[in-house]
C-alpha cells in the first residue's frame, strides 16, 4: 500500500539509514521519515563517570549519554522543585551556579543519587528517567503509528472506520486518529445524514475550530462565503487556511444532498509528494523549505487575514529535521514582491513548476466520490485535497480542528494520560 520511495535515499545521502530521506539544508538537515532509537528495555547501566561538569552513563559498550551538571539540577524531579499535582517548575533556575558541582554520587540498581555543593541540595534520578530523556545523544522513541507513505493504490484499501465505533468508546476514537496519524486521512462510514450528527463525530475529538467561516459549517455553493470553496468550480490540490499563523491541522468533509454531476473529491499525500520532489529535484526541495510566501484571506468585506509572517511550503522541526508541515495554496497565495535575494525568483518559480508536476501526478491522486452517510477527515498538516468541477445542488457540512487539540487526543486515547507523564518528567 505504500509507495515504493518510502525507503528510497539520494545518493549524495547514502550514508543515512534507509527509513531516513534527508538533504541539506545549509547546516540543517531535513527529514521526511524519522530515525527511531528503541529504548532498551529492560534498561540498565554499564558504568558512571563523573567530570567536574558533567556525568557521563554508559549504557552498552558503545551507547552512552552525556548529562551537564547544570541540566540534571534543573531537572530535579523532587517536591522541592516540581510541584507534585501541577507539574510546573518550583526550583529557581537563576539560582543555580553556572558552575554547580556534585560532592557525592551513588548509585543503585534504581538511579542515581546526586548531592549538590549548592544548597546541599540532594537530587534522585532513576535509570529509565535518564535514558528518556537523554539529548547527547538523544534516543526518539516511537509510541504513536508510523507515517506510511501512499499513493493511489491505497483506494482499493483505504483507511475506513464506522461511526458507531467512533461514538461508543474512546478506544473508538484511538482506532480511528491512529489511523488519521498513519495516513493522513480516514473514511467514516454509517453517518447519521444530518449535521447534527456530523458534528458529533467531530468532536469526539476536540473542540471545533471557529473561523471566519464560522464554527461547523453546513454549505451549498450559493457564494455565501466568496471563496472557491462556495462554488461549483474545480479546485487542485491544495491545504486550507494557509493564511493562519497556525493552520487548521484537521478538516471533515461530509456530502449531505447532492443532485448533480462530478464533484469527486481528490487526496494526495503531501509527505508522499515532498519526498519525491527531494529525491528528484533537491534544490526546488531546498528553496521550498526556504522561501517564504505571503498568502491572504480578503474575499469578504469584513475579513483580511494574513499570517504573522509568511511561512514557506515545507516546515521542519528545528531540532530533528523532520518534515512537519506543508503549506500550500497557489490559489491564496499574495503578491510575492519581498526577496532576499532577488535571484531566487526564477529558481522559485521552477521549484513550484516542479512540485505542481508531482502533485498532479496520477499515481499520487485518489479520487471519491462522497456520498451521504460517508465523510472524509483529513491531516491539513499532511495531505492536500481539492474536488473535480460540479453541476447541480451540493450540499456539504463539516469543520476544523486545531492540530495541538488533534495531538492531544491522539496522545492521550493511544497512551494514556501516565505513559504520556513520564515522557514529561
Request: charged share 20%; net charge positive.
Amino acid at each position: 500500500m505504500a509507495s515504493n520511495l518510502h525507503g528510497m535515499v539520494l545518493k549524495a545521502l547514502r550514508f543515512f539509514p534507509r527509513q531516513t530521506l534527508t538533504i541539506k539544508r545549509g547546516q540543517h538537515m531535513a527529514s521526511i521519515v524519522p530515525k527511531t532509537i528503541v529504548e532498551k528495555n529492560p534498561i540498565h547501566y554499564d558504568q558512571v563517570l563523573i567530570s567536574p561538569t558533567s556525568v557521563r552513563v554508559s549504557w552498552t559498550d558503545t551507547i552512552a549519554s552525556t548529562y551537564h551538571n547544570i541540566w540534571l539540577r534543573d531537572h530535579c524531579q523532587c517536591e522541592q522543585c516540581l510541584h507534585p499535582l501541577t507539574k510546573q517548575r518550583l526550583l529557581n533556575t537563576f539560582e543555580i551556579p553556572s558552575d554547580i558541582k556534585s560532592t557525592a554520587i551513588e548509585q543503585s540498581k534504581d538511579g542515581l543519587t546526586i548531592h549538590w555543593n549548592h544548597q546541599t541540595h540532594t537530587s534522585f534520578y532513576p535509570w529509565s528517567w535518564l535514558q528518556r530523556h537523554s539529548y547527547n545523544p538523544r534516543f526518539q522513541k516511537t509510541f504513536l503509528p508510523k507515517k506510511q507513505l501512499w499513493n493511489h493504490e491505497i483506494q482499493q484499501n483505504p483507511p475506513v472506520i464506522e461511526y458507531d465505533t467512533v461514538m461508543k468508546s474512546d478506544d473508538g476514537v484511538a482506532e480511528w486518529t491512529s489511523k488519521i496519524e498513519k495516513y493522513g486521512f480516514c473514511f467514516i462510514d454509517g453517518i447519521p445524514i444530518n449535521p447534527e450528527s456530523t458534528q458529533k463525530l467531530l468532536c469526539r475529538i476536540a473542540f471545533i475550530r471557529t473561523t471566519h467561516y464560522g464554527g461547523f459549517w453546513d454549505f451549498t455553493s450559493n457564494l455565501a462565503k466568496a471563496d472557491l470553496a462556495y462554488t461549483g468550480l474545480k479546485i487542485g490540490a491544495h491545504t486550507d487556511t494557509t493564511y493562519f499563523t497556525d493552520p487548521a491541522g484537521l478538516q471533515l468533509f461530509h456530502l449531505l444532498e447532492f443532485d448533480g454531476e462530478g464533484g469527486k473529491s481528490l487526496l494526495v499525500d503531501g509527505f508522499r509528494a515532498a519526498q519525491i520532489l527531494c529525491e528528484e529535484d533537491p534544490n526546488a526541495y531546498r528553496i521550498l523549505s526556504h522561501i517564504p510566501i505571503p498568502s491572504h484571506s480578503s474575499g469578504n468585506k469584513e475579513t483580511f487575514i494574513q499570517p504573522s509572517m509568511p511561512r514557506s511550503i515545507f516546515t521542519h522541526d528545528n531540532s530533528t529535521g523532520q518534515l512537519q508541515q506543508i503549506r500550500w495554496n497557489n490559489e491564496d497565495r499574495s503578491i510575492m514582491d519581498r526577496w532576499s535575494d532577488p535571484n531566487d525568483v526564477t529558481l522559485f518559480y521552477d521549484a513550484i513548476r516542479k512540485w505542481n508536476e508531482i502533485l498532479t501526478r496520477k499515481d499520487g491522486e485518489i479520487w471519491e466520490q462522497l456520498r451521504p452517510g460517508r465523510a472524509v477527515i483529513f491531516d491539513n498538516w499532511r495531505v492536500l485535497h481539492g474536488r473535480s468541477a460540479f453541476t447541480g445542488h451540493r450540499r456539504m457540512c463539516g469543520g476544523y480542528i486545531n492540530r495541538d487539540d488533534y495531538v492531544s487526543r491522539l496522545r492521550l486515547t493511544n497512551l494514556g494520560r501516565e505513559r504520556l507523564l513520564k515522557t514529561l518528567f
